[in-house]
Structures are given as structure tokens and as C-alpha cells.
């Protein structure tokens, strides 16, 4: 499954929650910040995430696109050779 992120609607961290939860069903209760999406990442194994005009990030916007970035990168490096199943694929398309 793809999850997809137009980064050129992204005008502050909760459009960015509001993008994902529209794909995936984090639950009605998840608290659309940082921690909230480390302690949920599960629910992106086995899935891509891309985000689609990276380019157009406001700059304010890129430390926190960044920033989940580096989360789903160090999610996939503590399951690295384990199993694929618990691997999130991303793709930066600009």
C-alpha cells in the first residue's frame, strides 16, 4: 500500500496528520505529534510512503518532514535484516 503526502499542501504539522490519517487508520484517539507517531509506526510496515512535491515544502515545514523522515529511518534500521515485513519504504519525489 502507498501513502501519499503532497508536501505542497503542507502548511503546518497538522496537515500533515490530516494526510496520513486520511490513508491509515492511526484511531480516533492518536495524538497527531511526534512521540504519537513513534509509538504507531507499526501501522507503516510494509507500506511506502511518499511524499510528493518535496520541493515545496514552506521552510518551515522541512525540519518537521525531516524529522519524520529520520523516524521512519531509524524505525527501519532497528528491524534491518529481521524480517521485511516491519520495513517502511520512502520516496522523496520533488
Given at each position: 500500500?502507498?501513502?501519499i503526502?503532497?508536501?505542497?499542501?503542507?502548511?503546518?504539522?497538522?496537515?500533515?496528520?490530516?494526510?496520513?490519517?486520511?490513508?491509515?487508520?492511526?484511531?480516533?484517539?492518536?495524538?497527531?505529534?511526534?512521540?504519537?507517531f513513534?509509538?504507531d509506526?507499526?501501522?507503516?510496515?510494509?507500506?511506502?510512503?511518499?511524499?510528493?512535491?518535496?520541493?515545496?515544502?514552506?521552510?518551515?515545514?522541512?525540519?518537521?518532514?525531516?524529522?519524520?523522515?529520520?523516524?521512519?529511518?531509524?524505525?527501519?534500521?532497528e528491524?534491518?535484516?529481521?524480517?521485511?515485513?516491519?520495513?517502511?519504504?520512502?520516496?522523496i519525489?520533488?
Amino acid at each position: 500500500m502507498e501513502v501519499i503526502i503532497d508536501c505542497s499542501l503542507l502548511l503546518d504539522e497538522e496537515d500533515f496528520y490530516t494526510q496520513l490519517m486520511k490513508q491509515v487508520d492511526f484511531g480516533e484517539f492518536f495524538g497527531r505529534n511526534l512521540d504519537a507517531f513513534w509509538d504507531d509506526i507499526g501501522l507503516l510496515y510494509e507500506k511506502k510512503i511518499i511524499f510528493l512535491n518535496y520541493g515545496s515544502l514552506p521552510n518551515d515545514m522541512i525540519l518537521f518532514v525531516n524529522k519524520i523522515i529520520n523516524l521512519i529511518n531509524e524505525s527501519n534500521a532497528e528491524h534491518k535484516g529481521i524480517d521485511k515485513r516491519y520495513l517502511i519504504s520512502i520516496e522523496i519525489l520533488f
